[in-house]
């Protein structure tokens, strides 16, 4: 079992729409939580961490974390084409490692 | 501007000759880590570094080297490139250990013939 897993997709959602993108990992000593964004071809950039329980948001995006059930989620009101792209789940599993999931690749369909 | 450079972005090179990867971050980081990035595999940490002298295996450390002579620099040593080192690695950084946000370098495409 991976410790960090993420259903790879494509998840295919049209504009405008609510895009929901899940994450769970197996430590349930896990502290942090992030969640990056990839474009094809580029460097993955932080979109949101989150450390406590329940949610957080920052404009569009929305975090849920619930320590319990081990897992996470991000979700992206209004999905406009620009979101498409890989979203990366990062876990501090243990020590100082952080540990990726494999990513979810997010298409939004104009 | 606040970045972590890469050098060089791609690289083709034959089995068993030795190459570094330079990482520079002009942030003042403490924190500095390896990635590569395969498909199907996702981003798996190499080896990753809390401060100057003190560096640590990640998950994928085997054919690798790292040193952290200064704070800045974090180079990637292949001593004996093999193809399955072929693949797509990202050095990151940040501020203070893995709670804070990781800043990715442009990547380096590493193709071992």
């Known amino acids: 079992q991976k410790e960090v897993e993420q259903n790879s997709g494509p998840l295919s959602v049209p504009e405008g729409a609510i895009a929901s993108l899940n994450c769970t990992y197996s430590?349930?000593?896990?502290?942090?939580f992030f969640w990056y964004r990839q474009y094809s071809g580029k460097s993955p950039e932080l979109i949101m961490f989150?450390?406590?329980?329940g949610d957080k948001e920052d404009g569009r995006f929305t975090a849920q974390l619930n320590k319990a059930s081990q897992y996470v989620s991000l979700l992206i009101r209004d999905s406009q084409p620009s979101d498409s792209a890989t979203y990366l789940c990062?876990?501090?599993?243990?020590?100082?490692?952080?540990?990726f999931g494999g990513g979810t690749r997010l298409m939004v369909k104009p | 501007e606040a970045q972590v450079t890469q050098n060089p972005r791609y690289l083709i090179t034959v089995t068993g000759k030795k190459l570094t990867v330079t990482c520079s971050q002009n942030?003042?980081?403490?924190?500095m880590s390896w990635y590569r990035q395969d498909p199907g595999l996702g981003l798996r940490q190499i080896y990753y570094?809390?401060?100057?002298?003190?560096?640590d295996k990640g998950d994928v450390p085997e054919g690798y080297k790292v040193s952290r002579k200064e704070k800045r620099n974090f180079p990637l040593i292949l001593e004996s490139p093999s193809p399955n080192q072929t693949s797509l690695y990202f050095c990151?950084?940040?501020?203070?250990?893995?709670?804070?946000?990781?800043?990715f370098g442009q990547g380096t495409r590493l193709t071992v013939v």
């Open positions: 942030m003042n980081h403490e924190y």
């Open positions: 990062a876990v501090n599993v243990w020590g100082n490692m952080l540990t």
């Open positions: 430590d349930r000593g896990s502290q942090s």
């Open positions: 989150i450390y406590s329980n």
């Open positions: 990151a950084s940040s501020l203070v250990g893995i709670d804070t946000e990781a800043f």
């Open positions: 570094s809390m401060n100057v002298e003190v560096t």
